[in-house]
Each structure stands twice: as structure tokens, then as C-alpha cells.
């Protein structure tokens, strides 16, 4: 196999919010905008850093790494029209009865009353 990476890799690696201290220092400083199933935390920063966090009380492995997939292929789909800074996306309980498109919007909701896209930064 080549070096090259695959058109549709993730990569992320490095977009990763990466140590437990700065998800620490993120919750600590940033904002919040919570939704219905989810909590947006924001803190500006000069690049895209984001992270998960989806509770033991959310359900089993499977149901936290399902929900953890829709969240990070929605953010993947969503990244290039965001503003840089540091994002966590919390799950809530609720998340779990959640389809994947009502997560989507829960996503884009909670993104926009953050004025986090970058078309809504022009006046």
C-alpha cells in the first residue's frame, strides 16, 4: 500500500481535542448552548479542535459509540463552513432514543444559535 491517505480518511487525529486537560480547560472557560439532546461548548482558538463526550448514563458501548459515530460524521460534513475555536459536543440521556437526523439538527441548531458558522460572521 502506497503512502498516500484515502480521499474520504477522517483524519482525526488532527482535529482531535486530544488530553483530558483540554477538555477540562474547555469546560471551564468556554460557553454553552444546549439543545435537546446534546450541550455545544465553545471556546475560540486559531485552528478546529473538536471533541465527544457521551456518558456511561447514555447507555451501553454500543449505543455511546453509535451516537459518538453520528456526531463526528455530522461535525465532518458541517467543519469546513465553522469558525475556528475548540468544540465539545455533550450528549445527553436523550440522545439514545435520538435518530440520526434529529442529532443532525439537534447539531445544526445548537451550531447556529453559537453564530458559529462562518457566513453568518459578514453583516
Given at each position: 500500500?502506497?503512502?498516500?491517505?484515502?480521499?474520504?480518511?477522517?483524519?482525526?487525529?488532527?482535529?482531535?481535542?486530544?488530553?483530558?486537560?483540554?477538555?477540562?480547560?474547555?469546560?471551564?472557560?468556554?460557553?454553552?448552548?444546549?439543545?435537546?439532546?446534546?450541550?455545544?461548548?465553545?471556546?475560540?482558538?486559531?485552528?478546529?479542535?473538536?471533541?465527544?463526550?457521551?456518558?456511561?448514563?447514555?447507555?451501553?458501548?454500543?449505543?455511546?459509540?453509535?451516537i459518538r459515530r453520528?456526531?463526528?460524521?455530522?461535525?465532518?460534513?458541517?467543519?469546513?463552513?465553522?469558525?475556528?475555536?475548540?468544540?465539545?459536543?455533550?450528549?445527553?440521556?436523550?440522545?439514545?432514543?435520538?435518530?440520526?437526523?434529529?442529532?443532525?439538527?439537534?447539531?445544526?441548531?445548537a451550531l447556529k444559535?453559537?453564530?458559529?458558522?462562518?457566513?453568518?460572521?459578514?453583516?
Amino acid at each position: 500500500m502506497t503512502g498516500t491517505a484515502h480521499p474520504f480518511r477522517l483524519s482525526r487525529r488532527q482535529y482531535s481535542l486530544g488530553k483530558n486537560r483540554n477538555y477540562q480547560y474547555v469546560y471551564r472557560k468556554g460557553k454553552s448552548f444546549p439543545s435537546r439532546h446534546m450541550v455545544l461548548i465553545y471556546l475560540p482558538y486559531r485552528e478546529i479542535r473538536v471533541g465527544y463526550s457521551v456518558s456511561s448514563k447514555v447507555g451501553n458501548a454500543v449505543v455511546r459509540n453509535r451516537i459518538r459515530r453520528y456526531l463526528r460524521e455530522d461535525f465532518r460534513l458541517l467543519r469546513p463552513g465553522l469558525k475556528p475555536g475548540r468544540y465539545i459536543f455533550a450528549a445527553r440521556t436523550s440522545a439514545k432514543e435520538a435518530a440520526h437526523g434529529v442529532l443532525t439538527g439537534d447539531m445544526r441548531q445548537a451550531l447556529k444559535r453559537a453564530k458559529l458558522f462562518e457566513a453568518e460572521q459578514k453583516p
